[in-house]
């Protein structure tokens, strides 16, 4: 059976040393393939269905004939804002049953909507997490679903900027389904409506009142900005721990993730999406691939947001088996990015 841990077994140690928030759990699931898919061939018939290894190809010429051929590949699947891990696991086993280790996270939706200045600390965790589990060596791809999950994944990419000259992931590239797009009050409606769904008729309610507080959050912070700014002036504590101060959080979340260069991108992404429009998500392909990155679209016809595997599961999987299998083998060198 794949092995799954939780955070739990892990933070006891970290909480103790008092370098995190003792009320901040991070509940995981990490999986390592078996031995027999760590041996399937690049295409094997397993219980009567098709499976393609992602990584090492092995052909009958040759074991393998790219680099990294020892390294199983690191997935990190970000879920998206209020996802369940029952829902999210369809995606982990695609890669689990194709020879992949897989992390599996989904944010705590408090910390997309009220606790946003926790997320810095968050990341610093997911970054420790990776680091702890010795996942550093293995080529990494980040899956990322919709805005909740590109949020969280900025926040990553901020703490490994921070860390870089002490600790460096073998990030590949990476896939977003769904994502991103610039936020504004009407998609965080939409989310949080689709998020309260179960509340039947309560959910425009219920999404209206932490529309509020988001609303109230945001203009508190720039109003103690300013305040502080008349009275004290400018403060060296950020530069003290530039890791977990920010003054407006999620600011420069997707300027974040733009600054990447030398990286694969794919986007999942549909005609049919009702809360990221597609046009959202090219524009922003378009400015990563200007950046010099490599950049891939598929874009489905009618999916609903999130939806895409579902409704295509065979053009889903191909899109991103190949994308690893690519990138894999194109050895680019290391991703470069850069903090604020």
């Given amino acids: 059976m794949p092995q799954k841990q939780h955070y739990q077994h892990l933070a006891k140690d970290m909480d103790s040393s008092g370098e995190f928030p003792d009320d901040m759990e991070l ?7 078996t031995a027999k898919d760590k041996n399937l061939n690049s295409h094997d018939v397993v219980n009567g ?8 190809v092995l052909t009958s010429s040759s074991d393998t004939v790219e680099a990294d051929r020892e390294k199983d590949v690191l997935i990190v699947l970000l879920g998206w804002a209020g996802a369940q891990h029952k829902y999210l696991s369809k995606y982990s086993d695609y890669y689990l049953n194709r020879g992949c ?33 010795q996942l550093d060596a293995h080529p990494t791809f980040f899956h990322v679903f919709s805005n909740g ?100 959080p999620l600011t420069n979340w997707l300027g974040r993730i733009a600054k990447l260069r030398n990286h694969n991108f794919l986007f999942l992404y549909s005609d049919g999406d009702e809360l990221i429009p597609c046009d959202k998500i090219e524009r922003f392909a378009a400015i990563a691939e200007a950046r010099g990155n490599k950049v891939e679209k598929v874009k489905f016809a009618g999916s609903e947001h999130v ?11 191909s899109a991103v088996t190949q994308f690893v299998r690519s990138t894999m083998k194109e050895h680019r060198g290391k991703t470069i990015w850069e903090d604020e």
Wanted: aromatic letters at 16%; glycine letters at 4%; proline letters at 5%.
């Fill in 27 to 33: 509940e995981f699931y990490i999986q390592f393939p």
């Fill in 49 to 56: 269905k098709s499976e393609d290894k992602i990584w090492p």
């Fill in 307 to 317: 939806l895409h595997y579902r409704k295509y599961p065979k053009e889903y999987g």
């Fill in 149 to 248: 999950g590109a949020f969280t994944y900025s926040y990553i990419l901020r703490e490994l900027a921070r860390v870089q000259n002490t600790f460096q992931m073998d990030i590949k590239g990476t896939i977003f389904d769904s994502a991103p797009s610039p936020r504004s009050m009407q998609t965080c409606f939409q989310a949080l409506v689709s998020i309260f769904s179960n509340l039947r008729i309560f959910r425009f309610l219920a999404a209206a009142f932490v529309i509020f507080l988001l609303v109230c959050q945001v203009f508190w912070y720039h109003l103690k900005t300013a305040v502080n700014f008349c009275i004290v002036g400018d403060s060296l504590d950020a530069l003290e721990s530039p890791g977990r101060c920010e003054a407006t």
């Fill in 101 to 133: 280790i897989v992390l599996r996270y989904i944010t705590p939706l408090r910390y997309h909507f009220v606790d946003t200045r926790k997320l810095p600390h968050l990341a610093e965790k997911i970054v420790r997490l990776l680091k702890d589990l």
